[in-house]
């Protein structure tokens, strides 16, 4: 169990938390989230020590061992078996079978175990420290953005080990899907605040909405109080005969807190600029092949037709050819055999991970837009660097002082200068937080053009992919159909051979009672009875309390109105009266509150105890 308990940590004047922290309790698999650059990978380099708060402590039990997947390359062993190896305690180093199996599910072949660390790609290295970090067993496993580095059949792997993890999580990814798969709470850093809550992301969200909608309008009409209380004190002040409510008010006003309005937080939010094309096919690819080398082709012989409004996602491990084939598409490589064929009048905008590492980065976040385009001018430029969240001065920053997220934003800004008709976009969300993977999502779904798009991203396969192109068992093959018909129809061989034969729970050493499916119905019918019979009881009371409630605002509003004509005609002795009346419904509307919330927070709880109890049975 961590405890942190009042932190602050500020960088250069810019405040990322202030005075706020949270309990992280035995078992929890907390789901970490906020904006890019508000401190999440600060506070995991708080809990492990690399930093320090300003103020506050963050209090981790004696012995309490925590694992955090380093980004520092640094191997001793000749072999990648023998690495691994080195990531089992001590007391486990004959448990090579637990090395074999972590660095399969990893996306490794047996035909890697001999192989130099050294010999694998920067992803892969990444791979091997998560491995060696799991194997080490922690009482808390960190982890940043971990399918980052990860295939679409590893990121299914990993969803099923962190589901059986038997000790604590803290997870950050921009996946969102990932994220809620696997977590048990959320954390979220909003506003220098950390707020912790029982269940997924979604929950989060929700929750941080309505609270900021009953706070702004409860400002809003205690700003409007405080200006009728502040006229009526003006109106009577001269009136000896009404003075002492006029001080009664006075008092009133002395003693109410001031609700500042909330900062507006800047969303990304933005629209494709489209160029509207009538064919059949816009692309059309025939027989095409292609590898570095003849001996080894990447791509064999796949055919394949987009048209204008289609949209069509790439999947399949990395290095197989996705990145390949998109650069292909994109013109930026030629097909070694086969035919592709344009539209004439095809307009394409290409994403690739490495374009970061093109951005000039001596120009500034407008320049580079305004550069990308060739009838673009300053005002068009700073509107699509504003809707990429880089506002006023923002717009000036040097490419050169900007983080990977924000370089990614960059990017995306510069594929809104120009009128599209086809986007080809490689692994777009990887340097984008989980807000920003959403407004991208919602700006994809609205596009009225072709898109072709290389992801891992489920909840972005799911929502967006009417067809894939799947590269699986050496092969690269056309699915004419979404991402659920795929997985229904057979999905990844190496998951059925590999991944769901993996026994989770004796790699985590856990024990789970195992019952029938016939026995799973049964109890689940007496739990959900006892939900029903616990959970009624309360819904039925909060609906009595909030047509109570309802009915006594009513009430204090036609009471208002009564003082304001009472006040207009000067009838001290009904505004007094009216007064009191007007106190006790406010005093019995708070008191209707108080017990409001207390209900409903009951029947929350009680609804996430029931799910989860059937939650853990099998059917």
């Excluded at 992301?201 to 205690?222: G, L, V, W």
């Excluded at 082709?297 to 990145?323: A, V, Y």
Aim: aromatic share 8%; hydrophobic share 35%; with cysteine.
């Amino acid at each position: 169990m961590i405890t942190i308990q009042n932190i602050t940590k500020s960088f250069g004047g810019n405040i990322l938390f202030e005075d706020t922290g949270f309990k992280l309790n035995r078992k929890e698999r907390i789901g970490l989230v906020g904006r890019n650059g508000r401190g999440k990978t600060t506070l995991f380099n708080m809990i492990t020590g690399y930093e320090t708060p300003d103020k506050g402590d963050i209090k981790i039990p004696k012995n309490y061992r925590i694992g955090y997947v380093r980004q520092q390359i640094e191997f001793t062993e000749d072999t990648l078996l023998k690495e691994g190896v080195r990531g089992l305690n001590h007391n486990e180093k004959d448990s090579v079978w637990k090395v074999e199996k972590i660095l399969e599910g990893l996306g490794f072949a047996q035909s890697d175990f001999n192989k130099d660390p050294y010999q694998f790609s920067g992803g892969f290295q990444i791979r091997l420290n998560l491995a060696k970090t799991i194997l080490s067993e922690p009482d808390l496993l960190l982890l940043d953005e971990p399918t980052n580095y990860l295939d679409i059949t590893s990121i299914r792997w990993i969803e099923k080990f962190l589901n059986n993890w038997p000790r604590e999580l803290i997870l950050i990814t921009h996946d969102r899907s990932f994220m809620d798969k696997v977590i048990t709470q959320t954390v979220g850093i909003h506003r220098k605040r950390m707020r912790k809550i029982d269940g997924d992301t979604e929950k989060y969200y929700y929750q941080i909405a309505a609270e900021e909608e009953i706070y702004e309008k409860t400002r809003q009409n205690e700003e409007k109080k405080k200006r009728e209380i502040q006229l009526f004190i003006t109106r009577f002040r001269a009136k000896a005969r009404l003075g002492g409510l006029v001080q009664s008010r006075v008092k009133t006003l002395e003693k109410q807190e001031k609700k500042d309005k909330l900062e507006l937080i800047k969303s990304l939010e933005f629209t494709f600029r489209e160029n509207p094309i009538k064919c059949r096919y816009i692309i059309r690819a025939e027989n095409i092949s292609f590898g570095y080398e003849k001996k080894n082709q990447l791509i064999k012989n796949l055919d394949f037709s987009l048209s204008p409004n289609e949209k069509i996602c790439i999947i399949g491990k990395n290095g197989r050819g996705k990145t390949t084939l998109l650069k292909i598409l994109a013109k930026a490589l030629k097909q070694r055999e086969g035919k592709i064929t344009y539209n004439p009048k095809a307009a394409i905008g290409f994403y690739e991970q490495t374009n970061i590492v093109n951005l000039n980065p001596h120009r500034n976040v407008m320049e580079e837009i305004l550069y990308a385009g060739r009838d673009t001018d300053q005002q068009t430029a700073r509107n699509i660097a504003g809707a990429m969240m880089f506002e006023q001065d923002a717009a000036l920053k040097k490419i050169g002082v900007l983080s990977g997220g924000e370089k990614a934003r960059v990017i995306l800004g510069k594929l809104l200068v120009t009128p599209l008709n086809i986007l080809l976009l490689d692994e777009p969300t990887n340097h984008l937080d989980m807000d920003s993977a959403n407004a991208l999502l919602a700006a994809l779904d609205n596009f009225n053009g072709a898109l072709i798009m290389a992801t891992h991203n489920e909840m972005f396969l799911n929502a967006i992919a009417q067809k894939l192109i799947v590269f699986q068992d050496e092969k690269v093959f056309l699915f004419n159909g979404t991402y659920a018909e795929f997985l229904k129809q057979g999905g990844w061989n190496d998951e059925e051979n590999g991944a769901k034969k993996t026994d989770f729970k004796n790699i985590t050493e856990t024990q789970t009672e195992k019952i029938g499916k016939k026995e799973s119905r049964k109890l689940r019918s007496e739990i959900l009875a006892e939900k029903i019979k616990i959970s009624k009881p309360i819904q039925k009371r909060i609906v009595a309390l909030e047509k109570k409630i309802d009915s006594v605002e009513k009430k204090i509003a036609f009471i208002n109105n009564q003082i304001i004509e009472a006040s207009k005609k000067g009838e001290g002795s009904d505004i007094a009266k009216l007064s009191r009346e007007a106190g006790l419904c406010r005093q019995a509307a708070d008191d209707r509150f108080q017990e409001y919330e207390k209900l409903t927070y009951r029947l929350e709880k009680a609804e996430e105890k029931y799910r989860k109890k059937i939650s853990g049975l099998e059917f």
